[in-house]
């Protein structure tokens, strides 16, 4: 700016210069009547390049303050265009989860909304690739159309199921943009994403509440229709057992009545579903209770059954119905065994956040992610000959005392199942709101 003043000045004495030339000139002409020698200063050629000489001074000088004033009408654009990009990149922060990668699909960016619903810290994600929080959820094919769209130069737009770092899931909708070089190819990524997990509870709420009401539906006819029926028929058999002299006939008989109770097993297992009965609260000792199932379980299955090993804090006490708590449990360890084969059985109690916990471990399969979002699906089952009520009773028996399930996977292989239910010391029957019950990788 200072050189520009500078430039200024000196242009504008040299103009000063040779306008006074000229008013010489002019005055001699005036005063003599013709031009002489003495009253030029070097002649008429001299005289227009003096002339010549100041117009392209300043002309240079006129240039340069354009110039000046050009760039630094560009340097405010600019910095008014960066401030722009800073409010934009503030606002989406505020609104999404943003992430960025290379082409490759490295992480070499990620937002603070990023890094809380992912409970990674930025130096965790930094240098990973998404699958840091894959939740094993979607198919291989799926996950190979995202990538060939992508890699195309395409946006693919979509709903993921991720996993954060203390193996909750939750759900975003994701826009992924692929920014390209000058061949055409995609240099990086920028993933736009937002949390719809609310969303998704809400849904899977709605799809319970309507499966309920048809099954309310269904029980009631059950009830009336089946149930009294299977009764009489029961107490028929029983009769014709007594009077029956062979033994062949009255295997065939014994063999009915099974096939009776079991259905009718299944009819009170949808029934229990549909209308439990509210819950009676009491302080229950949890160590003696998981010893009791622990000792059911063994006998339910045998000799072939693995060893149940119960570990973990003595003297819990939950505040729980005694008679709702035991068959869940009961239920959970039937499946540990039943997955287990040979090895092991541990359940563990411990007490954190006003709650106990309950987790029954076994070394079997695993989940399978085919099945894993439909593990509490009434009648659905990868037993045979299973009801598929089991989980689903379970479920519904400890949200009805404040409690809740979670499954996820063993490190190592198994699966590990953790009942969670209120502490009788820390808990009222109006207390906090019921934790959800998922299945989790």
Not at 170 to 187: A, C, E, Q, S
Not at 238 to 263: F, H, S, T, W, Y
Request: proline fraction near 4%.
């Amino acid at each position: 700016m200072a050189r520009s003043v500078l430039a200024s000045r000196a242009t504008d004495a040299l103009l000063v210069a040779a306008a006074a030339t000229a008013i010489a000139v002019v005055w001699s002409i005036a005063a003599n009547g013709s031009i002489t020698a003495s009253a030029l200063p070097a002649g008429g050629a001299e005289l227009a390049l003096i002339w010549i000489v100041a117009l392209l001074v300043a002309a240079r000088g006129w240039m340069q303050e354009r110039t000046q004033a050009d760039v630094e009408r560009a340097a405010r654009a600019m910095a008014d265009s960066l401030k722009g990009l800073d409010e934009i990149r503030y606002a989406l922060d505020q609104a999404a989860i943003v992430a960025m990668t290379d082409h490759r699909g490295i992480i070499t960016y990620v937002n603070e909304k990023f890094i809380q619903i992912s409970k990674y810290s930025r130096d965790e994600l930094l240098g990973q690739d998404h699958r840091i929080i894959n939740s094993g959820y979607h198919p291989k094919e799926f996950m190979r159309d995202l990538w060939r769209t992508i890699a195309q130069g395409e946006v693919w737009r979509g709903e993921i199921r991720n996993r954060a770092k203390d193996g909750s899931f939750y759900w975003v909708d994701t826009t992924i943009v692929p920014f390209l070089d000058g061949k055409g190819k995609p240099r990086q990524y920028l993933a736009i994403r937002s949390d719809i997990t609310a969303r998704k509870q809400a849904e899977a709420q709605l799809r319970q509440q309507a499966a309920l009401t048809n099954l309310g539906q269904l029980a009631a006819v059950v009830a009336h229709e089946v149930r009294n029926p299977l009764a009489g028929l029961r107490a028929s058999l029983q009769v014709l057992d007594k009077r029956v002299p062979e033994a062949r006939d009255r295997e065939v008989i014994a063999a009915m009545i099974q096939r009776i109770d079991g259905l009718n097993e299944k009819v009170a297992d949808l029934l229990i579903y549909v209308r439990p009965k509210p819950p009676r609260h009491q302080a229950v000792d949890v160590s003696t209770l998981v010893q009791d199932v622990a000792v059911s379980a063994r006998t339910a299955t045998g000799n072939a059954g693995p060893p149940i090993e119960v570990t973990g804090s003595a003297g819990l006490r939950a505040y729980a119905d005694f008679d709702m708590l035991r068959a869940a449990l009961v239920n959970v360890t039937m499946n540990a065994c039943q997955a287990a084969g040979a090895a092991a059985v541990e359940i563990e109690i411990a007490a954190s956040d006003s709650m106990c916990r309950i987790a029954v471990r076994d070394r079997g399969p695993g989940i399978s992610p085919e099945v894993r979002d439909r593990l509490f699906e009434p009648f659905f089952t990868t037993k045979p000959g299973g009801t598929g009520l089991g989980l689903s009773i379970v479920r519904r028996l400890l949200e009805l005392q404040d409690g809740g399930i979670v499954l996820h996977d063993r490190p190592g292989g198994g699966t590990v199942a953790e009942i969670i239910i209120p502490l009788a010391a820390e808990r009222t029957a109006t207390s906090q709101p019921r934790p959800a019950s998922t299945a989790s990788a």
